[in-house]
Structures are given as structure tokens and as C-alpha cells.
């Protein structure tokens, strides 16, 4: 069963496929070849599209036309901007679709129902702008009037007047296919499904997974979901609130300790980045796609003695997706056990303390969304190496110090900080970007700065949900030149 559907259902979409030829020939591949479906997980969709990554004059890496992938190693050791996963204009190959803006990062709530002018006006004051998958119930218009957007289930929204609505901004596939019907079956469900996407559409399509991609598909298999269906990819792992993601099979072999985890290490915020790392090293060409990350807002398991996701909790790991390259967020906002049942958490009065953090965290995600979706910092990190899980090394500008998760970005000038606590005790990180020279950190949203020394400063986090997010002003840009 899905933990996604409010009602205990999966959520399988049936649609009709989009008339993009390089796409209709995989799908339809993908159709007669059901049983080949796990050969094909090597070649990614996006090799069949013609993708220009190129940004001006900056060194920027990305995959190049041919397919294969350039990463910080191949750009030298040398500062050096790398494009996000799927390039700085990526919504712009879909008409119609999400905002190609800066100031547009998706913020994302699962399965909501929108009935009244109220609800709409919840979610909108809660700081989300984009619903990800509605009800069958719910009024999409009432989502225009507000400026949200919509990425509909397809076999709910496909064959209704509204599919052409404006507010439809794309399509969801079947929501944890690789769980729910594993790879052999999963692959010939989602192609189908492809199929049934009105003719000539172009927006895009989003398709989440679960625990199969993540711990128990071959790295085959898990490939083939991730790169041949959708334009956009994520796959959900509750850490706070899952005590069966601490099992060996499950957590135990993502971190490759292949034994039961200790609760100190298993719920940990830092590990909601390491399921964007397993997801990112998947992509085929790497970089091709975004990846969007899920943070549970309430109690999602059925088990009432496990635990409910705390404010501070969500925080972290909100913005421990990002650290680790996730290029969008989406709330799981349903509670299906714990003191407070509901299929609305950030609407409730008992989740009143949950909302007010959830509000001003997407306040500050708002208001950084130039930053966030703005070119990766490489070559300037001393101290850190690239983060590894699962076994493999990231090359995507992700970097830890072991105690503390780093990812570098560059805008207007300034070079942004991100670092996210990647172990659950106190302790004091120093960061050496030594090109910068002197400058001052300035640490936002925390009304204080911390001054830097010959590119050197030191900060302390108190606990594994420790967040410190810094811009540099003054010093050396490191030569790095804005796209």
C-alpha cells in the first residue's frame, strides 16, 4: 500500500502519452519490450533530447550533447561553477509547464484536496506554491485564482476539461511503482500510463518512488525507473519517522554499515540528503533532471508508538535535501496514526506549532530562490571532500567535512555557504575557502555575522538538526564570473 494516498489506495495514474517523438519511440519501446525493460535502465530518456546547457562565458560544467557527463574533475581543481541538475533554464523546455523564474523554487504539498477558497488560501499563506497531485474532488480553478500551481495525477485529471487548464502546470505518474509493483511489472505500468497523456502536451511529468529505488531494486532496475518515464524525479524516505528504514536492508545498507542502524544514526537529518545522493547518482547522463526531495509535516505511519517529525526535525531535513542538490521540496502532509489524524496536517489547529515552522521556512526558501537554483560552487573547499553514499562519490558539488554537509553557491557576486550538521552531536566546523581571502560571513535569517580571516571562519552546531546558511561579503569571488 502506498503511504501517499489519504485514502489507503496507490495512487496509479492512466494516461495518454505526449506526441515528443525521441519519447513516443521509448514509450512505446518500453511497451512491447516489457520484459527488456531493465536493459533499457542504462539509457536515459533525456539522451534522446537536444539539451543546451551553455551559460556565457563561466566555466560552467554540465553533460555534454553527446551524453556523457562532465563534472568538477573534469573542469580542473581550479575555482569553477557547476549548472543545478538540469541546467539553469530547465523548466523552459516544457511550454506551458513550471516557471522558468529564479525567483521560482517549488515548494510542494502530496495529495492535497481543495474544495473552498479557503483552502487554497492555507496553503498559499503556509508559503507552498505548487500542489503535487489533488483529490479527484478538488476544484483546480481554485488553485488559479491563488497562483498555485498544479502537477495532476493522470488518470484522475487526463481525461477532464481540465486537463487543459492553465493551472495544470504537468503530470504524475503512479506514485511508489517501484514498491508497489516492483520492476518487472512497475516499467510496463508506467509506459502505459505515458500513453494515455493527451497528444501534443508538452508540460512535463513528475514521478516519485519509495524504498525500492532507494535500498532494494539493483542499481539496473532502479535506473531504469528513474530515467525513462519522467522529467523530474524524487523518491521518498522518512527518517524521523520510520523505524523500519533503520533495518540492514534498508538504511543500514544506504550507509554501508549492512547491519542494523542505532537510532542516533539512523534518524538523522543528514540522511535525507543521502537519499538525494542515491537518486542523483542514478541520473544517466549525471545532472540531466532535477531531483526533488520529501519531508514528511506529521505522523505518516499507521504505528502509533512511532515517532511524529518535530519543527526543528523538519527544518534539517528540509534543508539537508537542498545541501545535497534537491531542486524542489514536497511536504507529505498526511498523518495516518499519532495523536492527530489527518490528511491536512498543515491546516490543522493540532498542527499549529508544525505550520508556524513550516511557514518560516519557506519564507526563507522564497526569498533565496535566486540562490538555489543558481550555479554550484566547486575548486575553492579545502577541508571537505565530496560526500559518498551508498559507495559512491558525489560530483555534483556536495561535500562534507564528516561532521558537517556543505554545498557552495554563487550569485551576484557573493558566494553562498549552505552547511547542514551530518552528525547528531555538537560540534564546531571550520570552513576554508582560502581564495576569498578576508571577508565576513554574514549568517542569515540569524541576525549575525562571523568575520573571516584569510578565507577561514569557524561556526558552531549544536546538534544533528543544526542549519547555518551563509553569504560572503567582501574578499575575492575566486574569479568565479556570473552567467
Not at 547542514?420 to 571577508?439: E, I, N, R, W, Y
Request: hydrophobic letters at 40%; aromatic letters at 8%; proline letters at 7%.
Amino acid at each position: 500500500m502506498s503511504s501517499h494516498d489519504p485514502e489507503g489506495r496507490s495512487v496509479q495514474p492512466s494516461t495518454r502519452r505526449r506526441s515528443r517523438s525521441a519519447k513516443i519511440s521509448r514509450t512505446r519501446l518500453a511497451g512491447v519490450l516489457g520484459a527488456l525493460v531493465a536493459l533499457l535502465g542504462a539509457l536515459s530518456l533525456t539522451q534522446f533530447l537536444t539539451t543546451d546547457r551553455s551559460v556565457g562565458k563561466s566555466p560552467i560544467a554540465s553533460p555534454s550533447p553527446g551524453g556523457a557527463a562532465s563534472h568538477p574533475a573534469t573542469v580542473g581543481a581550479g575555482p569553477a561553477l557547476l549548472e543545478p541538475d538540469g541546467g539553469l533554464h530547465f523548466m523552459s523546455k516544457f511550454p506551458g509547464s513550471l516557471p522558468d523564474d529564479p525567483a521560482y523554487f517549488p515548494i510542494g504539498v502530496w495529495l492535497e484536496s481543495i474544495v473552498d477558497p479557503p483552502d487554497v488560501a492555507k496553503d498559499k499563506a503556509a508559503g507552498l506554491n505548487t500542489y503535487v497531485g489533488l483529490v479527484p474532488t478538488s476544484n483546480i480553478e481554485l488553485a488559479a485564482r491563488e497562483g498555485m500551481h498544479v502537477l495532476a495525477q493522470i488518470d484522475v485529471w487526463a481525461s477532464r476539461p481540465e486537463s487543459s487548464s492553465a493551472t495544470l502546470k504537468g503530470w504524475l505518474l503512479p506514485d511508489e511503482i517501484d514498491m508497489n509493483e516492483g520492476p518487472k511489472k512497475g516499467p510496463k505500468t508506467l509506459a502505459r500510463t505515458l500513453e494515455r497523456i493527451p497528444a501534443n502536451d508538452r508540460r512535463l511529468v513528475y514521478a516519485n518512488y519509495g524504498k525500492g529505488v532507494i535500498f532494494w531494486e539493483t542499481d539496473v532496475e532502479a535506473k531504469a525507473f528513474v530515467n525513462n518515464y519522467s522529467d523530474i524525479v524524487s523518491a521518498d524516505t522518512y527518517w524521523f519517522t520510520d523505524r523500519d528504514v533503520c533495518h540492514a536492508s534498508q538504511g543500514g545498507q544506504l550507509l554501508g554499515a549492512w547491519r542494523q542502524l542505532p537510532p542516533e544514526q539512523c534518524h538523522l537529518a543528514a540522511n535525507y540528503g543521502r537519499t538525494i545522493d542515491r537518486v542523483r547518482s542514478l541520473i544517466e547522463p549525471k545532472g540531466a533532471k532535477p531531483v526533488w526531495s520529501y519531508v514528511e509535516v506529521g505522523h505518516p505511519s499507521s504505528e502509533n508508538d512511532w515517532p511524529t517529525i518535530t519543527p526543528p526535525q523538519i527544518r534539517a531535513a528540509v534543508w539537508s535535501g537542498i545541501i545535497h542538490g534537491a531542486r524542489g521540496i514536497v511536504y507529505f502532509n498526511h498523518s495516518f496514526g499519532g495523536s492527530a489524524v489527518s490528511q491536512h496536517a498543515l491546516r490543522e489547529p493540532a498542527y499549529a506549532e508544525t505550520l508556524a515552522a513550516v511557514k518560516r521556512i519557506n519564507e526563507q526558501i522564497t526569498q533565496l530562490a535566486p540562490v538555489l537554483n543558481a550555479p554550484i560552487v566547486t575548486g575553492i573547499l579545502k577541508g571537505a571532500s565530496p560526500a559518498v553514499t551508498g559507495g559512491v562519490k558525489t560530483t555534483s558539488g556536495v561535500y562534507t567535512t564528516k561532521t558537517t554537509d556543505l554545498l557552495l553557491k554563487f550569485l551576484d557576486g557573493h558566494i553562498y555557504v549552505l552547511a547542514g550538521s551530518a552528525t547528531p552531536a555538537k560540534h564546531t566546523t571550520q570552513f576554508s575557502l582560502p581564495c576569498v581571502g578576508d571577508a565576513t560571513a554574514v549568517v542569515l535569517g540569524e541576525e549575525r555575522t562571523i568575520a573571516v580571516k584569510g578565507g577561514v571562519f569557524e561556526d558552531v552546531f549544536e546538534d544533528g538538526n543544526a542549519v547555518h546558511l551563509y553569504r560572503l561579503d567582501g574578499g575575492s569571488t575566486c574569479h568565479l564570473e556570473q552567467p
